[in-house]
């Protein structure tokens, strides 16, 4: 009997029975999507960020709908630390994978704040430092785009916690390796990337802004291009794992981005398409695997790079016919 594939990764100090990931913001913590989700059969969860104190977000209306995808403008509506520690994080600690907690500030003491909170905290197994959320009402956060600020913040963070550290990058930037850079010398453990892209619509019956901050984060297929070629070039120019994230709706998104570097992938907007998505990519990605007689995942992290090792099918592989999903349980 051939053996099942290995799908345990880590990812920056973190141990992964495989390598899907529920994304920040998508999942919320836990209480809506948890069980349709098929979340304690997936890799890790990383809820959804929070700040020092409590946030109300932004006004409405908060989603629109685009052609390939969506934007948002939440705003990062929160309980804040005290209530995400209080009553949050122990239902999301009971789902079964390592929950990571997303942060996010306006200031180096935010996340210091945040850091230092999240430490000890019981059931968390690290933390993803969000420096990348475009649709605050006051703009931008402002680390996400220069390496100096960025570099502050993650070392604020590094110094106050013994937990692993991801940093999740904006794709709003001219270049995104020295982003990348920029955190990996300020000490972080591994790097999710992309976040969503700034943009706009415009409401042609009410002549003005669809959302009611203006701008949003667009999310879904229309930026998978994008984030795929940011996985590239950071693959090819440092060595830390990547999480790569940005429009993963089906098994066959998932791959390219582990061909182009990553070592997990996130998968967010598909949810709320399809809440079993996440699950959905896992199966695809172990039938992907026995097909082509891989013995485990790991073997295509990079594969699409120059130089890699020799990826072709062994003897006696086939083609998959297709990664569409199949009954329950083929991802363990």
Known sequence: MTPSPRL????GGIRLKNPVILA????????????????????????????????????????????????????????????????????????????LASIAGETVRDYL???????????????????????????????????????????AVRSATRLPVWVKLSPNVTSIVPLARAAKEAGADALCLIN???GLAIDIERRRPALG???????????????LRMVWE?????????????????????????????????VGT?????PRAAVEVLDGIVRYLKAWGLESVSELVGAAHPGAADRRPRRGAREPRGLEPAEEGDGG
């Open 8 to 11: 345990d990764v880590e990812v």
């Open 113 to 155: 704040y945040l850091a230092r909170g999240l430490d000890a905290a019981p059931g968390l197994a690290g933390m993803e430092v969000n420096v990348s959320c475009p649709n605050l009402a006051r703009g931008r956060i402002p680390f996400g785009s220069q390496p100096r600020p960025l570099f502050r913040v993650v070392e």
């Open 270 to 274: 598909a949810t709320f398409v399809n």
């Open 234 to 266: 950071v693959a090819e120019a440092l060595d830390l794992p990547l999480v790569g994230m940005g429009g993963i709706m089906d098994a066959r998104d998932a791959l390219e981005f582990v061909m182009a570097g990553a070592t997990a992938v996130a």
């Open 196 to 198: 969503t892209l700034t």
């Open 24 to 99: 920040a913001g998508t999942f919320g913590y836990g209480a809506e999507y948890a069980a349709p989700a098929g979340a304690a059969r997936l890799g890790a969860v990383v809820a959804k960020s929070i700040t020092p104190f409590p946030r109300p977000g932004n006004p409405p209306p908060r989603v629109a709908e685009m052609p390939a995808g969506m934007l948002n403008s939440v705003g990062l509506e929160n309980p804040g630390l005290e209530g995400f520690l209080r009553d949050e994080l122990p239902r999301l600690a009971r789902l079964g994978p390592p929950v």
């Open 213 to 227: 901050a203006v701008f949003g984060g667009l999310s879904g297929p229309a930026i998978k291009p994008v984030a």
